[in-house]
Nanobody, 122 residues
């Protein structure tokens, strides 16, 4: 089992920045990759950024050059993932959700946080 808790959302003006944090605890040794998704009202959930256990990253085209995903897995009891969001636009407004994928005993499993609201005003 992995527990995920997001923080760092809020209200920001267009052009501003926010940093989201996701703290993973539990069976963090089995984490294979971590993801940030977002979901805006009336829209499908969108994959925003990925970071693998090897440190490889990937981004949605809509956020490339503006968002940066990073991690801090130096501690044995908590695995931290960040999403630095710069040059925010009103269309970035959404609930941002942290997703952790584990691989254990030949099986992938997904865990989700509760989400954090990001609102960008024009």
């Amino acid at each position: 089992q992995v527990q995920l808790v997001e923080s760092g959302g809020g209200l920001v003006q267009a052009g501003g920045s926010l940093r989201l944090s996701c703290a993973a605890s539990g069976s963090i040794f089995s984490i294979n990759a971590m993801y940030w998704y977002r979901q805006a009202p009336g829209k499908q959930r969108e994959l925003v950024a990925t970071i693998t256990s090897e440190g490889s990253t990937n981004y949605a085209d809509s956020v490339k050059g503006r968002f940066t995903i990073s991690r801090d897995n130096a501690k044995n009891t908590v695995y931290l993932v960040y999403l630095q969001m710069n040059s925010l636009k009103p269309e970035d407004t959404a609930v941002y959700l942290c997703n952790g994928r584990t691989f254990r005993w030949g099986t992938f499993r997904d865990y989700w946080g509760q989400g954090t609201q990001v609102t960008v005003s024009s």
